[in-house]
């Protein structure tokens, strides 16, 4: 089955203590993006990665690293995290970037994962 | 800069009612635009999409308008259903970055 799963979905941390949200897609897509939603703000990107070893930083990118050593993954990395991470974040992936002239752009979200940082 | 938003973060309807969900971009270089329907619970999931040298797109019970003069999205779905309940965002691209997302609006069926 073709899906984008994160893990942990729920995690209860304390401010300061690193973490890692892992993102793995099954559909060998290039593009992968991590979104943080919040009540009133919609999706907001925190960064995204056109294909292995390359990433850039979307809307939101403080507090936040990223890696794409391998196609299928693309964790999130909180160094040192705050309360105001304290956030759902959804992993995404698609074939290409979406909206490339020619590009289909749906987006495959993972099932989110919801932090809460003490 | 860019932005995209929605008139209403809410709307209720009957079901079996049609449903109009309205966006507002504001770049009007956007050429592409997406809708996306977000379960409680659930990560967003692609509904329809339209080009801009398109002005409306049908899919199954939904149809997506397009109206650049004013730079204005909406989705209607047709014959609303318990299972439409939902929050819609509409998006738009933003060259090779991916998508900027509206807010949302949380349709409610009445039944």
């Known amino acids: 089955e073709a899906q984008v799963t994160q893990n942990p979905r729920y995690l209860i941390t304390v401010t300061g203590k690193k973490l890692t949200v892992t993102c793995s897609q099954n559909?060998?897509?290039?593009?992968m993006s991590w979104y943080r939603q919040d009540p009133g703000l919609g999706l907001r990107q925190i960064y995204y990665s056109m294909n292995v070893e390359v990433t850039d930083k979307g809307d939101v990118p403080e507090g936040y690293k990223v890696s794409r050593k391998e196609k299928r993954n693309f964790p999130l990395i909180l160094e040192s995290p705050s309360p105001n991470q304290t956030s759902l974040y959804f992993c995404a992936s698609s074939l290409s970037s979406p909206g490339l002239a020619g590009v289909d752009g749906e987006l495959f979200f993972g099932e989110g994962s919801r932090l809460t940082v003490l | 800069g860019e932005s995209v938003g929605l008139h209403l973060p809410t709307l209720s309807v009957q079901e079996g009612d049609n449903s109009i969900i309205n966006c507002a971009y504001s770049?009007?270089?956007?050429?592409?635009f997406i809708w996306y329907k977000q379960e409680s619970g659930k990560g967003p999931q692609f509904i329809i999409d339209?080009?801009?040298?398109?002005d409306k797109r049908q899919g199954q019970r939904v149809t997506v308008l397009l109206n650049k003069t004013v730079k204005h999205l909406s989705l209607q779905i047709a014959a609303t259903q318990p299972g439409d309940s939902a929050v819609y965002f509409c998006a738009e691209n933003r060259g090779a970055d991916g998508l900027t997302f509206g807010k949302g609006t949380h349709l409610i069926i009445q039944p």
């Open positions: 559909m060998n897509h290039e593009y």
């Open positions: 339209i080009r801009s040298n398109m």
């Open positions: 770049n009007s270089a956007s050429d592409y």
